[in-house]
């Protein structure tokens, strides 16, 4: 059954006055106009409703680029890297954990996030040892507990150690 008449039979009202509601999906166009940015940590706000070109984030559903006048959707975010291309032309990259992604259909993208850091930050040194730490870990030299803790740290390390290459 299609979701009009789902609506309509579930509001009472004849279709013709539910289709006003209904936004028509469709794909972003390429158009001069920005995104307001949000993009929130529990203890910091990094991008307040900024204006910036376009938004390249991961998310569980598969790689995604944001634009102005995007169709309208929530998204979970894997860990990976969020590329905001900013008006000046700059790049910023971060390393999100995690979170969630909302695209209003004003051209709005708020991404919620339980941690993030700017990629410049890592040292692909440091994420070596931090991965073999694990690995040595994961592989059985520890709790249970100790173990799946450290295959959810390898699953993120690993998506790190692929963006710093």
Known sequence: MSALRVL???S???PNRIQPFLQRRGYADAV???IKLTLSLPHQA???STDVVQVNLAAESGE???LANHVPSIEQLKP???EIIEESGGTKQYFLAGGFATVQPDSQLTVNAVEGFPLEDFSADAVRAQVSEA???ASGSGSEQDIAEAKAELEVLDTLQAALK
């Open 8 to 10: 309509s039979r579930a």
């Open 12 to 14: 009472g009202l004849r």
């Open 32 to 34: 001069a106009d920005k």
């Open 46 to 48: 990094i991008y307040r």
């Open 64 to 66: 995604m680029g944001v």
């Open 80 to 82: 990976g890297v969020i």
């Open 135 to 137: 690995q040595k870990i």
